[in-house]
């Protein structure tokens, strides 16, 4: 069955006079563990220079002093320790069934873990959040181990090839194979899924884009939760999944391009991605 080639952008969202916060966003984050508290701190600072306007990042309680020092803009719900005992109750209570009305969009896994605490996380979220929505790392981990997803059209799969082999026991090499297997996998599980890499993939089974902005430089630890820090900041201000998929992709390998330019590949971190998303947007507003 043949797929659609998109090759152009679509716009960046505008911003109004007559606004507030509340106009651009009201994003959640699930991510960091103790483990891995910088997965968190990437994506809500990521989530904010792409323009939403209230981000609430959802992570163990223990990490809020690190977070507010790194993060003050950001609002935290602090959920159970992953070495804690399981309180259902508790999980229940921090992840209410109004999350639907809370929320515009919502992003899960970077940094997250797989244990028991964060599959009953995610289980809760899954159950009672049928919007936007971007899984990431660990959540995509979690699925790969067996936690039931329904099928969502309003979900954007995020895996570098090793999280996709994982959730699909191949690991397609070249083009072609890349374009088959990210169709199949959105046709069968729903969605939109970008595939990580040189030329990421963005498919939702009809249509496809490749992206070419980023450089090997960006191969570099916390890139990916930068990655879902955006796109799901778009999300969250009304792009649907294949677009937001598409600008994400595109602006996070171009502040990547401009970032090289300054520093060179070979020291680039991802905190550096974030710092040159604000000259991606404007070059890329400029360009349309």
Same mark, same amino acid.
């Given at each position: 069955?043949?797929?659609?080639?998109?090759?152009?952008?679509?716009? /960046?969202? !505008?911003?109004?006079?007559?606004?507030?916060?509340?106009?651009?966003?009201?994003?959640?984050?699930?991510?960091?563990?103790?483990?891995?508290? $910088?997965?968190?701190? /990437?994506?809500?600072?990521?989530?904010?220079?792409?323009?939403?306007?209230?981000?609430?990042?959802?992570?163990?309680?223990?990490?809020?002093?690190?977070?507010?020092?790194?993060?003050?803009?950001?609002?935290?719900?602090?959920?159970?320790?992953?070495?804690?005992?399981?309180?259902?109750?508790?999980?229940?209570?921090?992840?209410?069934?109004?999350?639907?009305?809370?929320?515009?969009?919502?992003?899960?896994?970077?940094?997250?873990?797989?244990?028991?605490?964060?599959? !009953?996380?995610?289980?809760?979220?899954?159950?009672?959040?049928?919007?936007?929505?971007?899984?990431?790392?660990?959540?995509?981990?979690?699925?790969?181990?067996?936690?039931?997803?329904?099928?969502?059209?309003?979900?954007?799969?995020?895996?570098?090839?090793?999280?996709?082999?994982?959730?699909?026991?191949?690991?397609?090499?070249?083009?072609?194979?890349?374009?088959?297997?990210?169709?199949?996998?959105?046709?069968?599980? $729903?969605?939109?899924?970008?595939?990580?890499?040189?030329?990421?993939?963005?498919?939702?089974?009809?249509?496809?884009?490749?992206?070419?902005?980023?450089?090997?430089?960006?191969?570099?630890? $916390?890139?990916?939760?930068?990655? #879902?820090?955006?796109? #799901?900041?778009?999300?969250?201000?009304?792009?649907?999944?294949?677009?937001?998929?598409?600008?994400?992709?595109?602006?996070? $390998?171009?502040?990547?391009?401009?970032?090289?330019?300054?520093?060179?590949?070979?020291?680039?971190?991802?905190?550096? /991605?974030?710092?040159?998303?604000?000259?991606?947007?404007?070059? #890329?507003?400029?360009?349309?």
């Amino acid at each position: 069955m043949g797929t659609l080639h998109i090759t152009e952008l679509p716009p /960046l969202p !505008k911003r109004e006079p007559d606004s507030h916060k509340g106009t651009y966003g009201r994003i959640l984050l699930v991510a960091g563990s103790p483990a891995m508290p $910088g997965a968190a701190v /990437l994506a809500a600072r990521a989530a904010l220079r792409s323009g939403t306007g209230l981000v609430t990042v959802a992570f163990a309680g223990s990490l809020a002093a690190t977070f507010t020092a790194a993060v003050p803009e950001a609002i935290q719900l602090p959920l159970p320790e992953p070495g804690a005992p399981e309180h259902d109750a508790e999980i229940d209570h921090l992840i209410g069934d109004d999350f639907r009305e809370r929320f515009d969009a919502i992003g899960v896994g970077p940094g997250l873990g797989t244990s028991t605490a964060s599959r !009953k996380v995610l289980a809760r979220i899954l159950e009672v959040y049928d919007g936007p929505q971007v899984l990431d790392a660990d959540a995509l981990n979690l699925v790969a181990e067996g936690l039931p997803v329904s099928p969502s059209e309003k979900r954007i799969w995020t895996p570098h090839p090793g999280e996709f082999q994982r959730l699909t026991g191949t690991t397609p090499s070249g083009d072609a194979e890349r374009l088959e297997e990210t169709r199949r996998f959105a046709s069968e599980r $729903g969605g939109t899924v970008l595939l990580k890499g040189n030329r990421t993939v963005v498919h939702d089974g009809d249509r496809f884009y490749v992206n070419l902005t980023g450089n090997p430089g960006m191969a570099t630890a $916390g890139s990916g939760d930068v990655l #879902t820090g955006a796109i #799901t900041s778009l999300l969250g201000q009304g792009v649907d999944g294949f677009d937001a998929s598409q600008l994400g992709a595109h602006l996070h $390998g171009y502040a990547g391009d401009i970032a090289a330019e300054s520093l060179g590949q070979p020291s680039l971190t991802a905190g550096d /991605l974030i710092d040159y998303l604000p000259e991606a947007f404007r070059r #890329t507003l400029e360009a349309e």
